[in-house]
């Protein structure tokens, strides 16, 4: 296709996109606005960048049509904003001023941003580029937005967000997740649908695409975990530690109790295992290498040890910051401080033992840290927060009160947290067990004795080794904890030992998320005078096909060998699919196709309010495509709805 034709299919597109149509609430998104971020992750905002192009490419000024075409390759399109328009200069010569903007930047090849690396390499992008104004236009700043189809948007974040060597049923449990995520109904943001860091879901683009997570994302093209035929919010984490927490517990009800998610329900791995609820059996619990599909990853057990002086330094800073997001009561204000450090005990735990209340007590005053991400927040190293809520405080005391004190300018080096993102390094065996008894990195320091019981520097008057009453304080605290996250939903590291003893990757979904059916997500339909039809694409395996790998043999050496034997046997049956067709309005009757295969039903012979139909021998291995045309002119006043569930 030549350059300009094209164009003019592109910006066919752009119209059709933003076009006034009645939106349809549950409909999927066929493309995806991603906010991009700096290399550091930091902002969001510019006020100036480049926009590579890597093929013939063309600038254009959305608010009046004004454009530039034929831009080389290899070229930098240059913009700024002043005075809250943009400036555009390609090659050292100003092809645009005074524009009011968005600009959008459309290439025939991937388009990249000058200085932005992601993964240690340069940023390229499919798809578009945009540059929007941040409101109010004075601010001087615009956001970046990537647009570009929610296939192609998947195939940057897969890979990005879970280890490619984790298998190919684990990375399509991803996919399904992340798709998700994607199409989740709350949108924070006013430019763009996500962004793509943490803060959402992982997206680095085209350079960071792999032909595995390629194929994860192209054979479950079309397919959502669904409750109810909605799409559920697909949470996950790297590591849950053997029993996943409840939504609510972690995220809350909600001021009217209406934000009840009952597909993410405390769910525990091994079948046998009695949920743990005194402290002492969750002491026990945590100090173990109890089974469970996540119990190879590096933190499926772990210690963190503070030194106490280290630690009070540490709360005065993070229980400030903590505050300030009303995570902590009574409020740490600007000339409170943390000395003289007693105790620190969790006083509310959810289904699964994750700490979600804490209380701080010290002489310098008490303090209680509420919800899951404040607390592991307020423990942290740096920028390294608590690898996940799941654990129990041990105090290390003096050994002799009268002679026992901290060296402090001699301890041993603490061991470093880490961000909290799956371990993403090629390099690295995925199934390597931490063994918390023999691994150095997870001990607590040694804490050397002291001869002296009092400091004579005038600014340590608030390193005390006694309390009021001359009870000795604790030397330092260690947390002997379970798993990496939040620990809600699917665990990663889960999915990824699961793939690799042959469960497929909906068996998974459905382990993980309680009470979920996999299917397509609904889509609108209405009548309309300009023959506008609704389509619906959905991969299928192939006729018999099943999602089950090979079982691992002898299958009798795992200590999970039930699990793993049910959840395979689910994956190796073989699916149907379903047509749902909304009938609650009583319609007159729907034409569609199946491919090829045309269907015209006079729907007021069937009195349901859900029609349904098998399909499966319609479908061909691959992409495939089901076509609703425009409702009837006897039902113009009314709108339904069609999906696919896929049964087994």
């Not at 969001?44 to 890597?54: G, N, R």
């Not at 454009?67 to 809250?84: F, H, T």
Request: a positive charge; charged letters at 25%; one cysteine or more.
């Amino acid at each position: 296709m030549k350059f300009r034709a094209y164009l003019l299919v592109i910006f066919a597109i752009i119209a059709n996109i933003w076009a006034f149509e009645p939106a349809f609430a549950l409909d999927e998104r066929d493309v995806i606005r991603v906010g991009l971020s700096d290399s550091s992750f930091s902002t969001f905002e510019f006020a100036e960048t480049a926009v590579l192009t890597t093929s013939l490419s063309t600038v254009m000024d959305m608010a009046n049509g004004a454009k530039v075409a034929d831009i080389p390759a290899d070229r930098e399109i240059q913009a700024v904003m002043k005075n809250g328009r943009f400036f555009v200069t390609i090659g050292g010569k100003e092809v645009m001023k005074d524009a009011k903007g968005p600009i959008l930047v459309v290439s025939k090849g991937n388009l990249g941003i000058k200085n932005l690396n992601r993964k240690g390499n340069p940023a390229y992008y499919r798809g578009m580029i945009e540059l929007t104004p941040v409101l109010p236009e004075t601010k001087n700043k615009f956001n970046i937005v990537n647009i570009l189809d929610a296939q192609n948007y998947l195939k940057g974040v897969v890979p990005n967000e879970m280890p490619v060597r984790f298998g190919l049923n684990a990375l399509k449990a991803q996919a399904v997740a992340a798709r998700n995520y994607a199409n989740r109904p709350q949108n924070p943001y006013k430019n763009y649908d996500i962004c793509d860091s943490t803060a959402c879901q992982v997206y680095f683009g085209a350079n960071s695409e792999n032909p595995l997570s390629d194929r994860a994302v192209e054979e479950t093209q079309g397919i959502f975990a669904l409750y109810n035929k909605e799409p559920i919010l697909a949470l996950y984490s790297s590591a849950s530690g053997g029993i996943t927490e409840d939504y609510e517990c972690v995220y809350g009800t909600g001021n009217a109790g209406n934000n009840l998610k009952p597909y993410l329900k405390s769910k525990k791995d091994y079948g046998k295992l009695v949920k743990p609820k005194s402290e002492e059996e969750l002491r026990d619990f945590y100090s173990k290498n109890v089974p469970s599909f996540d119990m190879k990853s590096p933190r499926h057990r772990w210690k963190a040890a503070f030194e106490r002086f280290e630690l009070e330094e540490i709360l005065t800073k993070t229980l400030r910051e903590q505050s300030l997001k009303g995570l902590v009561y009574p409020a740490f204000k600007e000339n409170d401080e943390v000395w003289g450090l007693e105790d620190i005990r969790v006083t509310k735990r959810g289904e699964s033992g994750k700490a979600l209340e804490v209380e701080i007590r010290s002489m310098g005053g008490t303090w209680h840290v509420k919800k899951e991400l404040g607390i592991r927040r307020v423990f942290k190293r740096g920028n390294s927060m608590l690898w996940s809520g799941n654990f129990v405080i041990e105090k290390k005391m003096p050994e002799t009160p009268e002679k026992s004190l901290p060296d402090t300018q001699n301890a041993e080096k603490k061991p470093v947290l880490e961000n909290e993102k799956p371990e993403n390094k090629e390099s690295e065996p995925i199934f390597t067990s931490t063994n918390i008894s023999k691994n150095p990195e997870t001990q607590p320091p040694v804490i050397k004795k002291a001869e002296t019981e009092e400091l004579s520097k005038e600014d340590d008057k608030k390193k005390v080794f006694k309390n009021r009453l001359g009870i000795p304080l604790p030397l330092g605290f260690t947390f002997i904890g379970a798993g990496f996250g939040h620990g809600v939903g699917m665990s990663q590291y889960g999915a990824g030992y699961l793939a690799s003893v042959g469960a497929g990757y909906d068996a998974i979904l459905k382990h993980y998320y309680s009470g979920i059916t996999l299917g397509t997500m609904p889509r609108g339909v209405q009548y309309n005078n300009y023959g506008k039809e609704y389509t619906t694409y959905v991969y299928f395996d192939g006729p018999n096909a099943v999602t089950a790998g090979s079982l691992p043999s002898p299958i009798g050496a795992y200590v999970l060998k039930d699990e793993i034997l049910t959840l395979h046997e689910a994956s190796n049956k073989p699916a149907k699919y379903i047509l749902k067709i909304d009938n609650s309005k009583n319609l007159s009757g729907v034409d569609f196709y199946v491919n090829d295969n045309p269907f015209n039903l006079d729907m007021k012979q069937f009195h349901v309010k859900t029609y349904e139909t098998d399909i499966t021998k319609y479908l061909k291995k691959g992409q495939n495509t089901i076509k609703f045309k425009p409702l009837r002119a006897a039902d113009k006043e009314k709108t339904t709805s069609f999906w696919v569930e896929i049964e087994k």
